[in-house]
């Protein structure tokens, strides 16, 4: 799956070497630490993933691909607050389209529930947890600061039967929520907070939408992962830098419940994109106060949003595999993703023309009722794609801004008096023009010259500008929706008094009367063209209908970014 995107830059080969998440396994392997590697993606079923989720999710699928292992998806469903099905069905459909292929079932770490218990138990028996009744806040004040060493809880010396006892009544619902919590018991006095007696299990009545309300107590995080891991036989738990000052404790977790082929973690750097919404919080406030049309608009992204828009997996990947994986943060320029989305789309898509802001031409000399049908190459850097007959007749339209009255100097396209050629069929010359009340041009008046067919072999004269049209009779009406970027870049990303988004007002254009070669109408949802001249196009999934088709603009043809080559 990775050859389908062979670029020829110097990025790509780079990452064919090493990087430092394989060197660790290549040791591991060579010390026999495992067998067969396993990786897993974990989300947490409260949002939609997003294109940072996709740098974990291609990772860790990539990695157990490279070593012919395996790639669990897991749902890391402890927090019954949050979850949501949608979620679930959402985070399923984005792992698949991005062709990371998991191995086996969907996992849920709520079905482990049961094992945690027994772990927990285990962890009391050989000491090393007990019941605590501070509160919350108690707990907080014992913890001490990053300066100063935390103090024992008066309940840390508990008798084993004790705990096992007290452990079993919070099962049992003998408490109420909050009343009392598992601790591992660890070191108060640790330098690393995470290791002063963490908070493993917790009472809260809450419903579970796969358990139900069989537990009142659910396990912390931090100590459901590493055995969430190590039931599955994961070897390398990759996440993000936030977890590295936790690793000790999940290496603790693992050591003392004496899983024989511990599951090690390893860190690496989340990807951030300049000025765009990643965080899940945030996306739900821009879908909650309706500045978004959903968790999928195309304005957002998340994948469901850029799978909407008309980016590939392919695009994806190939953004990733540039991106490559760092111990160290930093921003990543969306303008590549958007090359890596012209990349994989030019020589796979046909070329078509599509007038976005229509001016109709009139050729005063060509048959009136006649209707020709032209060859057309559909894309002239790959003839595997083949070629379509265009229609063409009298009346046409153009591009508005393909047509000035009074042209500036170096304006070669449409002007009284200045012939040009129209795009795979004549040339034609502005004889006069129309216009309406306010003085608008509302109608282009041409002659043709039959001799300057497209493909006839003319070479007579030339002319300096080419524009793309579409017939006037044949042609599909649509919508079509032009995005920037949702942030608005003058401003940042967040706002720093209130925290909201700087929302960019001109995110999105919706033209109503765009007009587009027929050929569109064999296209149904998520189809993609380049429309000439304008860009690279999708039909809409959600709201394209065949009578009434909405198309959104991936994006345009240029780019201000440049792979060095
Ligand atoms: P967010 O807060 O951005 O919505 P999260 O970390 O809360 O994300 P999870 O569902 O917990 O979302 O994440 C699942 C996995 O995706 C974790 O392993 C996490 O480290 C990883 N991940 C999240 N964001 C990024 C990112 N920007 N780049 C790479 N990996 C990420
Ligand atoms: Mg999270």
Not at 273 to 298: A, C, Q
């Amino acid at each position: 799956m990775e050859k389908d995107h062979t670029t020829e830059t110097a990025e790509n080969e780079k990452s064919v070497s090493r990087n430092f998440i394989e060197t660790e396994i290549d040791k591991d392997l060579a010390e026999g630490k495992y067998t067969e590697i396993v990786t897993r993606f974990p989300p947490e079923p409260n949002g939609y993933l997003h294109i940072g989720h996709a740098k974990s999710i291609l990772l860790n699928y990539g990695i157990a691909k490279k070593y012919g292992g395996r790639f669990n998806l897991r749902f890391d469903d402890t927090n019954p607050t949050k979850e949501k099905t949608e979620f679930v069905n959402s985070i399923v459909e984005d792992v698949r389209w991005l062709g990371a292929e998991f191995d086996g079932e969907i996992r849920f770490a709520s079905n482990y529930f049961d094992q945690m218990y027994e772990n927990a138990v285990k962890l009391i028996r050989k000491g090393l947890a007990y019941v605590d009744d501070l509160s919350a806040e108690q707990i907080r004040e014992y913890r001490g600061t990053l300066t100063e060493p935390g103090k024992n809880s008066p309940y840390r010396d508990r008798s084993i039967e004790e705990n096992l006892q007290l452990f079993e009544d919070m099962k049992n619902g003998r408490f109420e929520d909050g009343a009392k919590v598992l601790r591992a018991k660890i070191d108060m006095a640790s330098p690393n907070i995470n290791m002063r007696d963490p908070v493993i299990y917790r009472i809260a009545r809450m419903t579970h939408h796969n358990t139900g309300d069989k537990w009142c107590i659910y396990p912390m995080y931090d100590f459901a992962h590493p055995i969430e891991d190590a039931i599955e036989g994961v070897t390398h738990s990759l996440c993000t830098l936030e977890f590295e000052d936790h690793r000790p404790l999940y290496n603790w977790v693992v050591q003392n419940l004496d899983y024989p082929h511990p599951p090690r973690q390893i860190e690496f750097a989340k990807l951030y994109l300049t000025n765009v919404v990643t965080g899940k919080r945030y996306i739900k406030k821009l879908v909650e106060n309706g500045t978004v049309d959903g968790w999928d608009d195309p304005r957002l992204v998340t994948i469901a949003a850029l799978r909407r828009r008309g980016y590939t997996p392919e695009s994806i990947r190939m953004f990733m595999e540039m991106v490559g994986i760092s111990k160290s943060n930093s921003s990543v320029d969306y303008a590549m993703l958007d090359y890596c989305v012209r990349e994989d789309l030019k020589m796979k898509k046909p070329r078509i023309m599509a007038v976005l802001h229509p001016l109709k031409l009139v050729i005063d000399n060509y048959p009136e009722g006649q209707i020709e049908y032209l060859d057309v190459v559909n894309n002239v850097e790959n003839p595997e794609l083949g070629s379509r007959k265009v229609p063409f007749g009298r009346e046409l339209y153009i591009e508005e801004d393909d047509f000035m009255e009074n042209p500036p100097k170096k304006y070669f396209r449409l002007f009284p008096g200045n012939e040009v050629r129209l795009m795979n069929a004549y040339f034609v010359k502005c004889v006069s023009v129309e216009k309406d009340e306010e003085g608008r041009v509302t109608v282009v008046h041409c002659t043709y010259d039959p001799e300057t067919k497209s493909g006839s072999g003319f070479t007579g004269r030339k002319v300096k500008g080419t524009i793309h049209w579409v017939e006037a009779g044949h042609a599909v009406k649509a919508q079509v929706r032009l995005y920037e970027n949702l942030v608005d870049e003058s401003k940042g990303v967040y706002n720093k008094e209130d925290g909201s988004v700087n929302v960019n007002p001109n995110s999105l254009t919706v033209l109503n009367d765009s007009l587009i070669e027929p050929e569109i109408a064999k296209a149904g949802p998520g189809d993609s063209f380049q429309f000439v001249r304008n860009g690279y196009f999708c039909i809409d999934s959600k709201d394209s209908k065949p009578d009434a088709i909405v198309i959104n603009r991936i994006v345009p043809l240029k780019s201000s970014f440049k792979i060095k080559k």
